[in-house]
């Protein structure tokens, strides 16, 4: 069984907005940096977003910098990726991963991190 279970994806239109939800299984999230990574048809992963365990440190990359957020629920032991005016070059599958460290986010390269989601698509299209 998968340690993270990604959901919320699915087809929006351009402007539109989606929630993806990664919800951890087997781990208490409170204690792991969250990463947020897409990959698009042909192109390689890429880091969109993280934060820290304290919630007080975190990254966006600039294409998603004022459209995306990144939170946690540690009741629902879950973390979000909220998504707002999205474009259609936000298309692609989307990956949750988390990481055991009290060390700020930002350094944390993918190979780094502990587990991972399974993905979900996204699509935006008119």
């Known amino acids: 069984q998968s340690q993270l279970v990604e959901s919320g994806g699915g087809l929006v239109q351009p402007g539109g907005s989606l929630k993806l939800a990664c919800l951890a299984t087997?781990?208490?999230?409170?204690?792991?940096?969250i990463g947020w990574f897409r990959q698009a048809p042909g192109k390689e992963r890429e880091r969109i977003s993280c934060?820290?365990?304290?919630?007080?440190?975190?990254y966006l990359e600039d294409s998603v910098k004022g459209r995306f957020t990144v939170s946690r629920d540690t009741a629902k032991n879950t973390a979000y990726l909220q998504m707002n005016n999205v474009k259609p070059e936000d298309t692609a599958v989307y990956y949750c991963?988390?990481?055991?460290?009290?060390?700020?986010?930002?350094?944390?390269?993918?190979?780094?991190?502990?587990?991972w989601g399974q993905g979900t698509q996204v699509t935006v299209s008119s």
């Open positions: 934060l820290s365990r304290d919630d007080l440190h975190g």
């Open positions: 991963a988390v990481k055991f460290t009290l060390w700020p986010c930002k350094n944390i390269q993918a190979p780094d991190y502990e587990y």
């Open positions: 087997q781990v208490e999230l409170a204690y792991y940096a």
